[in-house]
């Protein structure tokens, strides 16, 4: 199991990568979608499948196609592959390379310092995440859920005012 | 090493047999169509015309492999294999009889749709990378429509899963030992049926391909083997859906006499006839028709199923 | 047909001098005026007189340059004829404007007819009349490279007249250029109400246009700003083939105008042709006539049917439809010896007897469609995404058809019972027992009611044709008839000299103009033929239905989307050779 972890988190990191750096946005954005796609493998190993299979679902299968569908509704050309391309010189990206990778290096010391813990393996199953989110969750949940119906409420509002015009 | 072979063995079996039957499909649709038509179908090529699939797929192998020099290659050569690797993955959870299956999944069901929504891929990849305005109007088509029916498909599901308790395909099978779903569930089978051509888009919800609004949809700068994989995609995908309705709603391998096997085919087959005979016989609808009898008709009809099923499963128990 | 006192009202209106009228074996008032005050005079046609003529029929040239039998007829180099219609009166009338000059110019009627638009640019492009005020006055049936005006008489008519023709890859490109659609050449933005605008250039090749025609699309999202047609990509210069062929050697060519519809457009080229030589063809003949029309009529309707439902969506009617044609073509083939372009019709009659045992095919016929319409009926017309598709779905007013000279089923379901077939009976029409099926709504389910309905009348009228079928000869004895009679022509040399000239030459139809409007598959269909005295026409004016119908669709698919559009071009029922000629 722990070289399946590592293969999918590699694939996942080194995705990401391609994600960045990528100038064509469509290509980004299927970078993107197999980083999304190594992490449901990774929930997998980790005993959540359900989560796995959300992953696939929710993110890989409809958000990520909201965004393909916006890039293609916007059509942008080669032009903005150009200006993506000088988005991409060295004194753009030092910076957050440099924070970058202080973070990893802070990470890789916790890791390392705490020593070998014992992975307390254990599948949740669906009725699980459906138990806590009802439970001790409801609150999150429903705050969550009063958000998206103000986005959906905001979007009806703003796709009323485009007609109107 | 005898237990690697012998799931390597059921892969490949099923892999084989998937794609062979699919292309047997295009046979049967045609002479089937024919059939309705007054026709006769292909009928030259070797008895009843059966090898004409044959002559088929060795004339689109030899047909030149030409990317339009307009398209964006690389996603172009992606996107039809997406929507193969996509529906294939799909049978893995499907049990055809009690002892072929690929894995016997806990979250099943999530797997199917997990991999029904990255098909979307497909179309709306090979829209954008051919750069062509049909294809790419096609590919919109395909995405909202695939999307937004994605949602009831999986909407009109949880029904048989409040029934059944769980997400397995076998256990949703084995509950249906005293009654197929399709009684207690018979406005999900409708939904989930209803949503199943949306997703393969099938006439009449072909709006994607649509021949005489947008030539051929998204495929449209599409020739050769790469077309041929849309064309199997799409049957492929037919009898998957035809597959998934049989094992949700009509009880998959369970029947009396016959061997499991061939009850699950019988069922299934019945089903893909279903497909063909209303693509003979139903004009296509208009799309933004489809998109608002989606959302407005068949959106609160599968909530209300979902909150009706488990209002009276909680009675009960 | 005759009324002088429209003559009289407008000599009473705009004063005496103005006109000069001229007399036509047709009957139709025509009458000559001057460039200067056209625009009033047909605005006064249109909206002034009581029972107004509200339809523009037609508008056509005539190059008069080397005419000579022109006797009582003004002076004049070209001439542009109006010919207008009026459902009240019944009645028609032609306005001629003599011009003077090798490139004449005359003012633009699209103010007063919006269907002025393309016959006007097809002056400018066939004749090279310039067209004073016209919003977009370009070539319509020709490309835009083409050089020359092809309906004036010095352009030659064949090809071998005109030098070695070579196209180099220059030239080539140059044309593919020429082709390409720049939106700011018809007036319209990529941009406004704040959106971005998509063009989608639709054929010429394309599944959903019936033919080879362009549509140039301006699209917000799916939904149509602005349609563009492109048409003349079927242009084979029927009108100019009538000057270069003789009477009787043009008949094959009318078939080929709407292909779809066989003899029936032999039926008002033959007429036409008979009213100017004063031929009366015997009954047997009407009557083959009328029976052959009648299938062809379904035939067509059969084949509109089955591609509508196709636009649709649905795969098997177009299958059943073609094949339940070729049981027509069974018929026709006895008859005739041909399937789909018979040429059957003659001067004076049509070419041969009815065969024996022709009876049994035709009953064979009846019998056997009505079932298969009544399926029909049930499976498409009856079926709830059809009725989606196409109720409230390019609807057209019965004034806007008018507007745009739109006629025959089209017109009919806006709900006029407009039909020449009842309305002005031609070939002893008046003798048969059918209804003229018509609907209120003027959306493309109403068409395809319309057009449903017809074929049970056309059945109808086969049927009594069948039971009915009178005895006699089936060619008028006549000595302009083609083929010539034959029996006396071994008796003397005079009757031989005269065989001989009328077989070799064809016969001579004395001069005079004549325009004869049948009811086609389409619409109305109208020949309008000048005979300078000679074995061939002078000038062949064809109108067909389908060239105004076409120009309503871009009004009909506004604000709907790529779908509707197909549906409406579905509806219309159009024939890209009917629309090109």
């Not at chain 2, 048989?160 to 569930?185: C, K, L, Y």
């Not at chain 3, 009846?366 to 029909?376: M, N, S, T, V």
């Amino acid at each position: 199991m722990n070289e399946l972890f590592y293969i999918s988190s590699a694939v996942a990191a080194a995705s990401t990568i391609m994600v960045i750096t990528r100038a064509n946005s469509v290509h980004a954005l299927l970078y993107l979608i197999v980083s999304l796609l190594s992490v449901a493998v990774i929930f997998y190993i980790l005993g959540a499948p359900f989560i796995a299979a959300l992953e696939v679902i929710i993110y890989a299968g409809a958000i990520m196609v909201l965004f393909v569908f916006v890039i293609m509704m916007l059509n942008p050309g080669p032009q903005s592959e150009k200006q993506e391309r000088l988005l991409l010189t060295p004194r753009m990206w030092a910076g957050p390379a440099v924070l970058s990778l202080i973070l990893i290096s802070e990470l890789i010391y916790a890791l390392t310092s705490a020593g070998p813990q014992a992975a307390t393996l254990r599948v949740v199953s669906p009725k699980d995440i459906g138990v806590s989110l009802f439970g001790p969750y409801a609150i999150g949940v429903e705050l969550a859920s009063i958000l998206l119906l103000a986005g959906l409420i905001g979007v009806y509002h703003i796709a009323q005012k485009g007609r109107q015009d | 090493m005898k237990n690697i072979f012998i799931p390597l063995i059921t892969i490949i079996g099923i892999l084989l047999s998937l794609t062979t039957v699919s292309a047997g499909l295009i046979w049967l649709e045609r002479r089937l169509l024919a059939l309705w038509q007054d026709r006769y179908g292909p009928n030259r090529v070797g008895p009843f015309g059966l090898f004409q699939v044959i002559a088929d797929m060795i004339k689109i192998f030899a047909k030149e492999d030409w990317v339009p020099p307009f398209a964006d290659r690389a996603v172009f050569i992606l996107a039809p294999a997406i929507i193969m690797i996509a529906v294939l993955m799909s049978f893995a959870v499907i049990p055809f009889a009690p002892a072929i299956e690929v894995v016997n999944l806990d979250i099943g069901l999530l797997f199917f749709l997990a991999m029904s929504s990255l098909s979307i891929y497909s179309l709306a990849l090979s829209g954008w990378a051919s750069n062509s305005k049909y294809s790419l109007l096609g590919a919109l088509r395909g995405a909202a429509q695939m999307l937004s029916y994605e949602v009831f498909m999986g909407l009109s599901l949880m029904g048989v899963v409040i029934v059944s308790g769980s997400f397995n395909m076998r256990a949703i099978v084995e509950a249906q030992r005293d009654t197929w779903f399709f009684i207690p569930q018979f406005p999900g089978f409708i939904i989930f049926f209803i949503s199943g051509l949306a997703e393969t888009h099938r006439l009449p919800f072909d709006l994607p391909e649509a021949e005489n609004e947008l030539v051929a949809g998204y495929h449209t700068e599409y020739s050769g083997i790469k077309f041929g994989m849309f064309f199997v995609g799409e049957y492929l995908g037919i009898t998957l859906i035809s597959a998934l309705i049989t094992t949700l709603f009509f009880g998959g391998w369970l029947g009396p006499v016959l061997p499991p096997v061939v009850w699950f085919l019988l069922k299934t087959l019945l089903f893909i006839c279903v497909f063909i005979l209303l693509r003979a016989s139903l004009p296509r609808i208009r799309f933004d028709r489809l998109m608002s009898f989606g959302w407005k008709v068949i959106l609160p009809l599968s909530l209300l199923n979902v909150a009706i099923t488990g209002a009276i499963v909680l009675l009960w128990s | 047909m005759s009324s002088p006192n429209i003559i009289q009202e407008l000599e009473n209106r705009f004063g005496k001098g103005s006109f000069t009228t001229q007399t036509t074996k047709d009957n139709i008032p025509t009458l000559w005026t001057a460039s200067g005050r056209i625009h009033e005079i047909l605005r006064y046609l249109k909206t002034g007189t009581d029972r107004p003529y509200r339809m523009l029929y037609d508008l056509s040239a005539i190059d008069e340059r080397i005419r000579n039998n022109r006797q009582g007829q003004p002076e004049s180099d070209f001439t542009i004829v109006y010919h207008l219609l009026s459902f009240e009166r019944n009645e028609d009338i032609r306005i001629k404007v003599p011009l003077k000059g090798e490139h004449p110019s005359i003012p633009t009627i699209t103010d007063i007819w919006k269907s002025a638009d393309w016959y006007e640019r097809e002056a400018w492009d066939l004749f090279g009349i310039d067209i004073e005020g016209h919003p977009n006055l370009k070539r319509i049936l020709l490309p835009p490279t083409w050089k020359g005006h092809p309906l004036r008489k010095e352009y030659p008519a064949r090809r071998t007249e005109q030098g070695k023709f070579s196209l180099t890859e220059e030239e080539h490109l140059k044309e593919e250029e020429a082709q390409k659609f720049r939106p700011e050449d018809w007036g319209i933005t990529q941009r406004g109400n704040g959106t971005d605008f998509m063009f989608l250039n639709m054929g010429p090749h394309h599944t959903g246009t019936h033919g080879i025609m362009r549509v140039m699309l301006e699209l917000d999202g799916e939904e149509i700003v602005n349609a563009i047609l492109d048409i003349g990509f079927h242009h084979r210069g029927a009108e100019k083939m009538g000057e270069r062929q003789t009477w009787h050697t043009y008949i094959p060519y009318t078939d080929r105008v709407d292909y779809l519809a066989g003899s029936l457009n032999n039926f008002p080229y033959v007429l036409a042709v008979e009213t100017l030589a004063g031929i009366d063809v015997p009954e047997k003949a009407k009557v083959i006539r009328v029976m052959l029309a009648e299938l062809y009529r379904i035939a067509s309707h059969l084949v509109w049917f089955g591609t509508f439902a196709q636009d649709l969506g649905q795969l098997t009617p177009v299958v059943l439809t073609f094949n339940d044609r070729e049981r027509i073509y069974t018929i026709t083939e006895a008859i005739c010896g041909f399937r789909m372009h018979p040429a059957w019709f003659r001067i004076g009659g049509v070419a041969a007897d009815l065969p024996e045992g022709w009876e049994r095919l035709v009953k064979d016929f009846i019998d056997y469609l009505p079932p298969r319409l009544k399926e029909y009926e049930k499976v498409v017309l009856q079926n709830a995404i059809f009725k989606e598709r196409t109720v409230w779905i390019g609807v057209l007013t019965i004034d806007e058809a008018i507007e745009w000279g739109v006629t025959g089923p089209n017109l009919r379901a806006c709900g006029i019972e407009w039909d020449f077939r009842k309305k002005r009976p031609y070939s002893g029409y008046e003798q048969f027992d059918f209804d003229i099926p018509t609907a209120k709504d003027g959306d493309c389910y109403s068409r395809a009611l319309v057009r449903f309905q017809e074929m049970r009348q056309s059945l109808r009228i086969i049927k009594q044709c069948m039971d009915n079928m009178p005895t006699g000869p089936y060619k008028a004895d006549h000595p302009l008839t083609t083929p010539p009679r034959k029996e006396r022509t071994m008796q003397d040399i005079e009757t031989l000299i005269a065989h001989f000239l009328n077989v070799s030459w064809g016969p001579v139809i004395p001069a005079g103009e004549a325009a004869f409007g049948i009811e086609a598959a389409k619409g109305n269909n109208t020949y309008y033929l000048i005979s300078d005295g000679n074995t061939g026409s002078y000038r062949t004016r064809i109108r067909t239905p389908s060239f105004p119908h076409l120009q309503a669709v871009p009004k009909l698919c506004q604000g709907l989307q790529i779908a509707d559009l197909i549906a409406i071009l579905g509806s219309i029922d159009f024939v890209m050779g009917d629309v090109d000629r």
